[in-house]
């Protein structure tokens, strides 16, 4: 058992014992996954954190309605990955959110932040715009993309998790990798264009 | 690109951001101020149990310290839960054990020290060097000290309680020597004589009628008749003179 699934496992079992009690260190233990994973699905920061803050406490409302049998069988990680991304889908569908999530303009960068290597900083201006290209994706291939290539899950929990079956997430992950290449190529020249312009 | 895919995912979730969650599904501290032996204190405390008692001017000074200390936020209690208010009332070492505390923040030593504290009786005293035997590491007497200094819940943890190995009250972390000299006294501590007692060298009491040495404050030492009581410095002069530790308050392993 890797050390991941080992905590993953410790963690359930503390909230099958006591959901409140147990409840701060699963925050702790999950809110840098579950903030990246709304962060790279919105591109905004405040959004990002209003949706991660609402994903836990959806999650601990539920949490103590679900009896100790079923907390301890929770896959915590996934689970909370698939409130967050209904969460999102939610803001999608909501009008007033919709120039916040869905602008490609809305590129504030906050990956360098923190202690990272050097070349972050450098880097920074690409991945901003590699996050606004991610959130000019439709819904079903970020969603995809994100949890294969930016949290590094396997194919089979995303399929777990999204509930569809593994070729679907394969094939989404496959095309939003192409859009992805696709967009900021596009960007690519046409600001080496205006450049020369 | 898929690498820089992998890089977008090392970001950290904005700072008091999980303060931020257990506010809003209602997990955190709760806190009030209350009536103690050295005046107004702040208390909080939450599920784990009591989290912190501060005496600082103002609710503001309080809310700093706490989050500087522990990261976490403060909500104002409209009630004081009852066996909380009991226990500072009374200055009972009972009531006080009848509390949880949240010691999360302490190592499992200094958790082992606070709640050796916690067994000494209202009215009484014990040496550094006595818990630092009781809880099995009788060389740690200057951890023991650091332990009780960073107390996060004095007064209730009693750590006023403890004093120093010659006898001398020692200091205190909630306002220095002569409010711990205030607090021992209200509750009941003879400290002027107990200083002089040291002074003279004379760190045990025995009690001549049951051939017993107990620490000067033991409860059972201080029903002895005057003309009954034997000091003695050292444990060996007792042993030697007949005496056995007390089972109470134990001033040396039996």
């Known amino acids: 058992m890797s050390d991941d699934e080992r905590m993953q496992r410790e963690m359930s079992m503390a909230l099958a014992r006591d959901v409140d009690a147990a409840f701060e260190p699963f925050v702790l233990a999950y809110q840098d996954r579950v903030f990246a994973y709304t962060l790279n699905l919105t591109a905004n920061p405040a959004v990002a954190e209003d949706v991660a803050q609402e994903t836990f406490v959806s999650a601990y409302r539920a949490l103590q309605k679900y009896s100790p049998a079923r907390r301890r069988a929770l896959a915590l990680r996934s689970w909370l990955y698939t409130i967050a991304l209904n969460r999102v889908r939610n803001l999608a569908r909501s009008p007033a959110a919709k120039t916040v999530s869905l602008d490609g303009r809305a590129t504030i960068d906050v990956a360098d932040r923190g202690a990272g290597p050097p070349e972050y900083a450098e880097r920074a201006e690409t991945l901003g715009e590699l996050r606004g290209a991610l959130a000019r994706l439709a819904l079903r291939y970020r969603g995809a993309v994100v949890l294969r290539h930016v949290e590094g899950r396997e194919y089979a929990e995303i399929a777990t998790l999204l509930g569809q079956p593994i070729g679907t997430v394969k094939s989404n992950v496959h095309r939003g990798l192409a859009l992805l290449r696709a967009d900021l190529q596009r960007r690519g020249h046409a600001q080496r264009s205006s450049a020369l312009g | ?254």
Not at chain 2, 101 to 108: A, F, H, N, Q
Not at chain 2, 162 to 167: L, W
Not at chain 2, 168 to 184: A, C, E, T
Request: glycine share 10%.
């Open chain 2, 1 to 254: 690109m898929l690498k820089d895919l992998r890089r977008l995912g090392k970001v950290h979730a904005p700072a008091g951001f999980a303060g931020r969650v257990l506010q809003a599904v209602g997990l955190v501290d709760r806190f009030a101020s209350l009536e103690s032996p050295l005046g107004r204190v702040y208390v909080a405390w939450n599920l784990h149990g009591i989290s912190a008692v501060m005496r600082v001017p103002d609710e503001a000074a309080f809310r700093r310290e706490f989050e500087a200390l522990n990261g976490r936020t403060l909500e104002r209690s409209r009630e004081i839960p009852p066996a909380l208010r009991r226990a500072m009332e009374s200055g009972s070492a009972a009531d006080a054990r009848r509390l949880t505390y949240d010691l999360r923040s302490c190592t499992p030593f200094e958790a082992a020290v606070l709640r050796k504290a916690l067994e000494i009786p209202r009215g009484q005293v014990r040496p550094y060097n006595w818990i630092a035997r009781e809880i099995g590491r009788p060389k740690a007497m200057r951890a023991v000290g650091s332990a009780l200094a960073n107390n996060p819940v004095p007064i209730l943890i009693p750590c006023h309680r403890v004093v120093r190995g010659d006898g001398k009250i020692g200091n205190y972390g909630l306002g220095g020597p002569q409010k711990k000299m205030r607090i021992l006294e209200a509750e009941g501590v003879d400290v002027i004589a107990l200083e002089h007692w040291a002074g003279r060298g004379m760190r045990y009491k025995g009690v001549a009628s049951t051939k017993i040495f107990c620490w000067p404050t033991c409860a059972a030492g201080r029903r002895a008749k005057e003309q009954n009581v034997r000091p003695f410095r050292t444990e060996r002069d007792a042993r030697a003179a007949g005496y056995r530790p007390c089972k109470l308050c134990r001033p040396a392993a039996a």
